[in-house]
């Protein structure tokens, strides 16, 4: 079993920056499987944002973010962060960590990660 805790949302101006942590912890714990970011807005489908393999930091990111957001991991602390700059109002969402199901992922599709987090709401508005 893996528990995921994301931390880090707030509100923030357009044009802002929030720094999201993900930590993990369990006695499924395993570096093999990677770690994404996800988010739902309102009245919309979970998307992917980005994700990062914790062996050999391999990433990936959602079009719509590419540039902006950055994700990283800290192993010895068992966290991963992501990095949201130059935000605007159409990403605020619900943002959610979750663990690969299978070792190698580096993808953000909802269905490749079967452990999660509870979200942290990003609210970006003036």
């Known amino acids: 079993d893996v528990q995921l805790q994301a931390s880090g949302g707030g509100l923030v101006q357009p044009g802002g920056s929030l720094r999201l942590s993900c930590a993990a912890s369990g006695p499924g714990l395993d570096y093999k499987f990677g770690i994404g970011w996800f988010r739902q807005a309102p009245g919309k489908e979970r998307e992917g944002v980005s994700c990062?393999?914790?062996?050999?930091?391999?990433?990936a990111y959602a079009d719509s973010v590419k540039g902006r957001f950055a994700i990283t991991r800290d192993n010895s602390e068992n966290k991963v962060y992501l990095q949201l700059n130059s935000l605007t109002p159409e990403d605020t969402a619900v943002y959610y960590c979750a663990q690969a199901s299978s070792p190698q992922t580096i993808a953000i599709g909802v269905s490749q990660y079967n452990y999660w987090g509870q979200g942290t709401q990003v609210t970006v508005s003036s």
């Open positions: 990062i393999h914790r062996t050999d930091g391999s990433t």
